[in-house]
Nanobody, 126 residues
Framework: QVQLVESGGGLVQAGGSLRLSCAAS????????MGWFRQAPGKEREFVAA????????YYSDSVKGRFTLSRDNGKSTVYLQMNSLRPEDTAVYYC???????????????????WGQGTQVTVSS
């Protein structure tokens, strides 16, 4: 079992920045690829970003590429999502997730994740 706790959400103006954190406990953190997903009201949960077990490779959705940066600290069992140049359309509940897969097609899909956090709200005002 892996427990995930997100933090860092909040209200920010368009163009601003936020950094989300996800702290993991339980099984060995470095055994999991980590991802962030988001869900806006009335919409499906969508992929935002993922990072492989070592942190050497990251993957982003087209909508956040160039604005968001995902990183991890395996010593602290924590993953970070730095979000810059935020837009109103980034408003959503953001979820951290852990996957035991090593395949890109799985870690870039919500169906590839075994464990989920409770989510943190990000609201971007125009």
């Amino acid at each position: 079992q892996v427990q995930l706790v997100e933090s860092g959400g909040g209200l920010v103006q368009a163009g601003g920045s936020l950094r989300l954190s996800c702290a993991a406990s339980g099984r060995t953190f470095s055994s999991y690829a980590m991802g962030w997903f988001r869900q806006a009201p009335g919409k499906e949960r969508e992929f935002v970003a993922a990072i492989n077990r070592s942190g050497a490779n990251t993957y982003y959705s087209d909508s956040v590429k160039g604005r968001f940066t995902l990183s991890r600290d395996n010593g602290k069992s924590t993953v970070y999502l730095q979000m810059n140049s935020l837009r109103p359309e980034d408003t959503a509940v953001y979820y951290c997730a852990a996957s035991d897969s090593i395949f890109i097609r799985f870690i870039t899909s919500k169906y590839g994740y075994n464990y989920w956090g409770q989510g943190t709200q990000v609201t971007v005002s125009s």
